[in-house]
């Protein structure tokens, strides 16, 4: 049976460097996987290949039924905009806009009417505790209270699928923790499949699935 992301003998290179070699993967929909690997083994590369934001030098990446090779530029941006949700180490959110502009904008990009972004954005906060913080800019809030804003832009347009990339890497531990179950959690409400790359391998017990990259080699933990 297809899964919602496949790998097929997937190779990336940069110059003469291999980060994934002939690399096979399939991901159901609504699993929870995190991928470990030391800096530069290649864990962010990987995300970004299957976000579309890259291309393999050989091999097919399917997201949710669509060969990504096969897409135009233009339609890989519309499979992003309307199935896929990003959560970065830093956060990233718009320092012009609102805490509640920014958990707007997917739905703004998508054409959803003003009010119902308005409600939705409204009832997202409020469901990651920082509903209070919707009037103020990101600069005016703390690391935790950003990521958290960012787990709501991500999943605010109800995506199938939430790439996240060291989203943890830039808070304190207790933060982190705390973090790290509201982006499961809230993922696993919507049945949306989330993958996380991260160097942190306490991670690994909340995961479903937990994969290495070691020597250009995407190989998968024994449970």
């Known amino acids: 049976m297809d899964g919602e992301i496949e790998l097929r003998a997937v190779t990336k290179r940069y110059g003469a460097q291999a980060v994934l070699d002939r690399a096979n993967l399939t991901i159901a929909r609504g699993e929870f996987v995190v991928v470990i690997g030391r800096s ?3 864990k962010s590369t990987l995300l ?6 890259e291309s393999p030098d050989a091999g097919v990446v399917r997201v949710a039924g669509n060969d990504l090779g096969a897409l135009t530029e233009r339609d890989r941006a519309l499979l992003r905009r309307s199935s896929l949700g990003f959560v970065f180490q830093f956060f990233n959110l718009i320092p012009t806009l609102t805490v509640a502009e920014n958990v707007e904008l ?4 998508n054409a959803v009417p ?6 939705r954005s409204r009832e997202l906060l409020a469901e990651l505790d920082v509903e209070r ?3 103020r800019f990101p600069e005016e809030i703390s690391g935790g209270e950003q990521q958290r804003v960012a787990i709501a832009r ?3 347009h109800e995506p199938r699928l939430v790439l996240a990339d060291e ?9 982190a923790g705390h973090v790290l179950e509201l982006l499961r959690t809230t993922c696993r409400r919507r049945q949306a499949t989330l993958i996380m790359a991260t160097h942190g391998r306490e991670v690994a017990g909340l995961a479903d699935r937990v994969l290495t990259i070691r020597n250009s080699a995407l190989e998968e933990q024994p449970a």
């Open 40 to 42: 530069g083994s290649g």
């Open 48 to 53: 970004r290949l299957i976000g579309g934001l």
């Open 106 to 109: 997917p739905l703004a990009l």
């Open 114 to 119: 003003r009010a119902e972004a308005q409600r």
């Open 133 to 135: 913080c919707a009037p």
């Open 154 to 156: 991500a999943v605010v």
């Open 167 to 175: 989203p943890t890497g830039n808070l304190d531990l207790e933060t």
